[in-house]
């Protein structure tokens, strides 16, 4: 794909968090995907939270222009209940697809509980243990569970492939702890709301731009400042605005931070300019 689409800016945004196999997105997700173009995006990592949506987003990425549209493969904590040894034989069958790029999403999520925690910490090792043999990087979920996070990939030191956690919230300890690691960190338009975003706005500090990529995490996480076509429902094409809102709280142009995210995310997920 050619590193810029008509009218599009330079360098277009790539979205590395969107959940196009939600069922909100079912009845017009090609029409999601133009609008998201003509806002200067330009190329999607769709998310997979389970083998079912994981299939989904491949085969979402079949129907895209080529060279638009990645996926990531595998079970997010709060379905690892129903996570086994197949689940993970079929999710290494899935990951050979051309347009697999991580493996994720997966992690720990200690605040709904919704997998318990024992299982959730299982799944995880079995997708890190994956994602050392296959050479792919990883698509993590964390959320009040860097601690157990942490100590699982650590066991792996010497093998963990690149890392990003996405959707990162976190203050500047936690976000220390991922950068002294070499991880990457996903930034949505939390980093805009201003009633939760105090801990995220310190953690900036410890993020080196290089280290930064960008996403919408849609249909949820709408940032401030964008009004949606839909009421409540997200969209790709809300990704320029989260480029604003760090560009504000960076305190630099919006260009730079498009720049870097650019690069970070080429460098991270090998993609070609």
């Known amino acids: 794909m050619p590193s810029t689409m008509p009218g599009m800016l330079t360098p277009p945004l790539i979205d590395i968090g969107l959940n196009l196999a939600s069922h909100r997105f079912s009845r017009d997700w090609k029409q999601v995907i133009a609008r998201a173009h003509e806002a200067g995006v330009g190329r999607f990592i769709l998310t997979g939270t389970s083998l079912a949506t994981s299939r989904e987003v491949a085969l979402l990425t079949e129907q895209m222009a080529p060279g638009t549209g990645y996926f990531t493969a595998g079970v997010h904590p709060h379905y690892a209940s129903g996570f086994d040894d197949d689940t993970l034989a079929q999710l290494r069958e899935l990951l050979a697809h051309p347009n697999a790029v991580a493996v994720g999403e997966t992690g720990l999520d200690y605040n709904r509980d919704l997998s318990p925690r024992m299982v959730q910490r299982a799944a995880l090792e079995a997708h890190v243990a994956l994602a050392c043999t296959i050479g792919k990087p990883m698509f993590l979920h964390e959320r009040e569970a860097a601690a157990d996070l ?81 009421a409540g429902r997200n969209e790709p094409a809300a990704l320029a605005r989260v480029a604003e809102l760090l560009a504000s709280a960076r305190g630099v142009p919006v260009g730079q931070v498009r720049a870097d995210a650019y690069a970070a995310t080429l460098a991270f997920f090998g993609l070609e300019d």
């Open 150 to 230: 942490l100590a699982i990939l650590d066991n792996f030191q010497g093998r963990l492939p690149k890392c990003v956690v996405h959707c990162f919230t976190g203050n500047e300890a936690v976000a220390r702890a991922y950068i002294e690691r070499g991880f990457y960190l996903g930034i949505t338009g939390w980093v805009g709301q201003k009633n939760r975003n105090h801990d995220l706005l310190q953690a900036l500090h410890a993020i080196p731009p290089a280290r930064t990529m960008l996403e919408t995490d849609a249909p949820y996480l709408t940032p401030p400042g964008y009004t949606p076509g839909i």
